[in-house]
């Protein structure tokens, strides 16, 4: 079946724009988590949705960083005046919920801040 | 703070030699682990996972991991490894009832294989 996928695989902007970062999860998977990943790190929690509703977004870094779910399903990062230090890879990964610990991931979009 | 550490940041081992990743983590509670893999561009492809029950669990691509509550340990190994498996190993560890929470991350451990 058709895994997590993100849009775009690569973005380049430059600082001070505005960008969003797409995330289509696994069909039926209700809770839904945004990465992001430094070169050379592990990824860092951001947000975490369960259903619509952020649950937990205690890793987004600032108020320039918000993402929604509206419908439950496809999820948004939206980052407002983009430093370069918010060059990183953002994944996205997902999980069926219901005592379900499992989180699949997506390929990653690669943002890069001039 | 919760944390995850992955001593070894790079491991070079040769075709056919086994391996072993090293993986601690610092946590209160009965964690739930996972060892993810990434190619290079590639996201993170699950490789396995504890949660509860036989401390010794076998995943995809012939690796198993051994969880060590008095260690805090939960070391990946593979008895002889391929060139395939040159990658980049992260563990996690999860906490909280129920759904998952956030996972923390391990630094990674980059694997070359030499032929």
């Known amino acids: 079946g058709a895994g997590v996928s993100q849009t775009p695989s690569n973005k380049v902007t430059e600082k001070g724009k505005y960008v969003e970062l797409r995330c289509d999860p696994i069909?039926?998977?209700?809770?839904l988590y945004w990465y992001r990943q430094s070169l050379g790190q592990g990824p860092e929690f951001l947000i975490y949705?369960?259903?619509?509703?952020?649950?937990?977004d205690s890793g987004l870094p600032n108020d320039r960083f918000f993402a929604v779910r509206p419908e439950g399903s496809v999820s948004t990062l939206k980052i407002q005046r983009t430093e370069r230090g918010d060059s990183a890879v953002y994944l996205c990964?997902?999980?069926?919920?219901?005592?379900?610990?499992?989180?699949?991931f997506g390929p990653g979009t690669r943002l890069l801040v001039l | 703070a919760q944390s995850v550490t992955q001593p070894d940041i790079h491991i070079t081992v040769s075709e056919g030699a086994s391996l072993e990743l090293r993986c601690n983590y610092s946590?209160?509670?009965?964690?739930?682990l996972f060892w993810y893999v990434q190619s290079p561009g590639q996201g993170l492809q699950l490789l396995l996972k504890?949660?509860?029950?036989?401390?010794l669990v076998q995943g995809i691509k012939g690796f198993e991991a051994e969880f060590k509550r008095s260690q805090s340990s939960f070391n990946l190994r593979k008895p002889s490894v391929h060139w395939s498996d040159a990658a980049e190993y992260f563990c996690?560890?999860?906490?909280?009832?129920?759904?998952?929470?956030?996972?923390?991350f391990g630094q990674g451990t980059t694997l070359q294989v030499k032929p």
């Open positions: 946590y209160g509670a009965t964690p739930y």
């Open positions: 069909s039926g998977h209700t809770a």
């Open positions: 504890y949660f509860s029950g036989d401390t």
């Open positions: 996690a560890v999860g906490y909280g009832s129920g759904n998952t929470g956030k996972l923390i």
């Open positions: 949705f369960q259903g619509t509703g952020a649950a937990d």
């Open positions: 990964a997902s999980s069926p919920g219901g005592g379900s610990k499992t989180q699949y």
